[in-house]
């Protein structure tokens, strides 16, 4: 396979195949991270209202000096925003201080309340028609919508009923949970898939795991490598490696092209060695039709 570094979103805009994720990563941390960053090469920068780094996230690419129009910048809508996207979204453009987002997604399919449990009297396809709107009203503010966190059938519903395709599904992906039908069935719709998570997270055993190594020697690149390159390799995936240190922002940045052979080992994996970083139960709406989580 030969890796992508760009992949086309349906608006027709190019997506950078690798951004900096910043989920856990701590106000303090993340300012010098997202500029160290776009000092040295990423064009790509994916935050959320839900991580509460926003702030810092707009200061680190200010004292960047990189032009904002030669970043990639997504958000998300917080669950208990639901009810009130158009207010959550200017509160996210104020945090980030910039005037529009490259791409905003709906961050799980779960309302929830402020008080953090399930909001069950809204349904989130009200909310994706008010994205849509906001979306086609505000093409000054936002370049792209998606979502992330949906299975095969909440997709389903949604496009049943979307007036937009959303742009992006971003979803958890690792040799652990490569979810290879979900993934076929985005780039089927058109959908560009982004991993989170590649690493498998904080303390992942991925890094150890002996398939990982065994091809990261091969390639003569540490196991983070592996991983990363594992999603820039996937057609229609992009790939938010997170880190707050330095020297890993610069070498995650390497991607490599694996075979066809390697791919099907580092997915293999998943057979005896599942899991997630993030299950989706803990919003309090179950399994969101994720078959691994029921
Ligand atoms: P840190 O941010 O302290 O550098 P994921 O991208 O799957 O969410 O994984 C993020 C976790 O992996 C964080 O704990 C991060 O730590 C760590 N990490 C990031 N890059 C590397 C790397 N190249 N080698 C080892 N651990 C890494």
Redesign the pocket.
């Known amino acids: 396979m030969v890796a992508s570094t760009t992949v086309k979103l349906n608006t027709g805009a190019e997506m950078p195949t690798v951004g900096l994720?910043t989920?856990?990563?701590k106000p303090g941390?993340v300012e010098h991270?997202v500029e160290f960053a776009l000092k040295n090469g990423y064009k790509h920068i994916d935050t959320a209202a839900a991580y509460e780094n926003e702030k810092e996230v707009g200061l680190g690419i200010k004292a960047s000096g990189v032009p904002r129009e030669s970043i990639f910048l997504t958000t998300k809508l917080n669950n208990p925003d639901q009810r009130n996207p158009a207010a959550a979204l200017q509160s996210s453009l104020e945090n980030l201080q910039t005037p529009y987002l490259d791409l905003w997604l709906m961050h799980w399919p779960a309302p929830m309340t402020k008080g953090g449990k399930a909001d069950k009297e809204h349904d989130w396809l009200t909310t994706w028609k008010d994205m849509e709107k906001l979306f086609l009203e505000n093409p000054d503010k936002l370049k792209a919508i998606g979502v992330s966190n949906f299975s095969i059938k909440f997709l389903e519903r949604l496009l049943n009923e979307a007036k937009v395709v959303p742009a992006v599904n971003q979803i958890e992906l690792?040799p652990s949970c490569p979810q290879q039908e979900l993934v076929d069935y985005c780039v089927s719709k058109g959908i560009v898939v982004t991993a989170?998570?590649?690493?498998?997270?904080?303390?992942?055993p991925l890094?150890a795991n002996p398939v990982v190594k065994k091809i990261a020697d091969k390639y003569s690149v540490?196991?983070?490598?592996v991983?990363?390159s594992l999603q820039a390799n996937r057609k229609g995936v992009t790939v938010?490696?997170?880190?707050?240190?330095n020297?890993?922002?610069l070498?995650?940045a390497k991607i490599v092209d694996l075979t066809e052979e390697d791919i099907s080992e580092l997915h293999a994996i998943d057979k005896t060695a599942h899991f997630r970083?993030c299950y989706p139960d803990w919003t309090g709406w179950g399994s969101l039709g994720f078959p691994d989580c029921e």
């Open positions: 994720g989920w856990k990563s941390a991270a690792h989170y998570s590649p690493l498998g997270s904080d303390n992942s890094l540490a196991p983070a490598n991983l990363i938010l490696p997170k880190s707050v240190t020297e890993r922002i070498s995650n970083a």
